[in-house]
């Protein structure tokens, strides 16, 4: 299990480096920081689409809520707010996938 980094994205010009930025996926998961403008970004270059799950450990008034799951196509990138809804005891997001194959992964924050 890694713990992912986060990388500044600019929102007034400039574009992040997503390229440079991401790594593989973790077949055991990732962690990653959670926190207001932070995203989880999931970069598919396999042939088949990849499922990512963050698990969601608290309660909304007293109510469980379900896991974050977001599927992304083949060939495809996708984007996932990263709240601290989903902060672990460690106050990090616990990140899992269904497969990794030609799967890679990168926390970007907006920024200034």
């Keep these: 299990m890694a713990a ?6 600019p929102v007034d010009g400039g574009l992040p480096d997503l390229a440079g930025a ?6 055991l998961g990732d962690t990653a920081p959670v926190g207001p403008g932070r995203l989880l970004a999931v970069v598919n270059a396999d042939a088949a ?7 969601t450990p608290g ?3 007293g109510l469980g809520v379900a896991d974050a799951v ?3 196509a083949a060939g495809d990138t ?3 707010p990263l709240p601290r809804l989903f902060a672990q005891s460690d106050g990090r997001a616990a990140l899992t996938y269904d497969d990794v194959t030609s799967l890679s992964v990168a926390v970007l924050e907006l920024g200034t």
């Design 49 to 55: 689409p990849h499922t990512v799950t963050v698990a």
């Design 4 to 9: 992912l980094s986060v990388t500044q994205a």
């Design 22 to 27: 991401a790594v593989a996926a973790s077949a």
């Design 70 to 72: 977001m599927t992304v």
């Design 59 to 61: 309660t909304v008034s």
């Design 78 to 80: 996708g984007l996932l």
